[in-house]
């Protein structure tokens, strides 16, 4: 059996309610955890990124406007994409431990 040290996930869990949702991700979770495998996850979605990154990339018109740690980045954005996207994120999200 192949066992990737890789798995890029697009938009994985977007379309998901968010009761699955938080199943998937718990999921995805253990596996990274149990398998040691390594995500590039791409989402719109802070919320999730927030749950599931140790690291982020937010990006404008295909080239990186900021990056760094996940928690960091999102508590304190320094570009004006970053301040927007947090600016869009639910205030429950943002205020999250």
Not at 37 to 58: C, E, T, W
Not at 70 to 92: D, N, W
Request: aromatic fraction near 2%; charge should be positive; hydrophobic fraction near 50%.
């Amino acid at each position: 059996a192949t066992r990737p040290s890789l798995i890029v996930l697009d938009e994985a869990v977007s379309a998901l309610d968010v009761s699955v949702r938080g199943q998937i991700l718990e999921l995805l979770l253990d596996l990274q955890r149990q398998e040691r495998i390594a995500y590039l996850f791409i989402s719109h979605d802070l919320g999730v990124i927030r749950a599931v990154a140790h690291r982020v990339v937010i990006l404008d018109a295909g080239r990186i406007a900021e990056s760094g740690d996940a928690r960091t980045v999102i508590a304190s954005p320094q570009s004006p994409v970053g301040k927007a996207l947090v600016a869009a994120m639910p205030k429950l999200i943002r205020n999250r431990p």
